[in-house]
């Protein structure tokens, strides 16, 4: 799939690439958004194989003439690069990167960096839910120990852990300068996937209720920011959610996980334990 994003009628400036999963690169789409930056965005396995170097899934020489190879996309890099001179990869990096090039970054250079720290709990509280989910599928963990261990506590300290930057000023909206960062935008997405993943009774209870400040935050940025409120709409038109409710097994039929599945399903499992 390729889709053009484009903030007036500029000419897309950079490409993202990723796996053909919905939620995957959402951090990058955000910076780029929220800063007006008109973009390219392609997803599939073959162009991703084409530029990945690894033993399972790559299709790329080990020795290549590429300037640029990694282990894992998001990609971006700039319209026309065939080479990757411009090439980054890994979410969080790209995010930080895009947010010093275009300004959205704190002015401090340790409030940036403790920006680029909330940006990597998000993608690993993201990423904590796929791969429990998956073991809970996967019988390696019993249903009450997912309940109880994972989402009572392990969740709730994610939580926790993304709140506790908004308490450092009394009546503090943002996370950093009063304005939104790359981290405003980050935290909007994971709680985006809260909800989504939750369902509203649960998100509700265990996530607005419990965390005041997360609550308000949530409901700032998605009425004042541009980046949200241009890529909901276009989210909204092309059909996406913010998890991958539709997924394939992976190049080559090597990845054997539904991870769009088992996210369903670990769902069910708290609706069922009556919490």
């Not at 530029?51 to 399972?56: A, R």
């Not at 894992?72 to 010093?100: F, H, W």
């Not at 092309?238 to 996980?257: A, D, H, K, L, V």
């Amino acid at each position: 799939m390729t889709l053009y994003v484009n903030t007036g009628n500029k000419t897309p400036e950079w490409e993202i690439i990723h796996w053909p999963v919905k939620c995957r690169g959402n951090f990058i789409r955000l910076v780029f958004a929220e800063c007006g930056v008109p973009f390219k965005e392609t997803s599939g396995w073959d162009i991703c194989a084409s530029l990945i170097q690894s033993p399972y899934y790559s299709t790329q020489p080990l020795h290549s003439s590429l300037h640029n190879v990694s282990m894992g996309p998001p990609y971006i890099r700039k319209i026309g690069d065939a080479l990757n001179k411009t090439m980054i990869n890994q979410c969080v990096i790209a995010t930080q990167y895009l947010s010093e090039l275009y300004g959205l970054r704190p002015k401090s250079d340790l409030s940036h960096a403790q920006c680029g720290m909330i940006v990597a709990n998000c993608n690993d509280a993201f990423t904590g839910i796929y791969r429990t989910a998956r073991q809970l599928e996967l019988k390696k963990i019993t249903c009450d120990e997912f309940v109880n261990e994972y989402f009572l506590k392990r969740f709730g300290s994610w939580l926790e852990i993304l709140e506790q930057p908004l308490k450092k000023e009394i009546n503090q909206k943002y996370f950093f300068e009063d304005r939104i960062t790359q981290s405003d935008l980050a935290v909007y997405n994971v709680m985006e996937g809260f909800k989504e993943w939750l369902g509203h009774t649960l998100f509700t209870k265990y996530v607005l209720n419990k965390h005041q400040l997360l609550s308000k935050h949530f409901e700032l940025i998605k009425n004042t920011s541009k980046g949200v409120q241009h890529l909901t709409k276009i989210q909204n038109e092309m059909g996406f959610t913010w998890w991958p409710y539709e997924s394939r097994g992976g190049i080559g039929g090597y990845c054997p996980y539904n991870d769009a599945l088992y996210i369903r399903r670990s769902r069910e499992v708290l609706l069922k334990s009556k919490l």
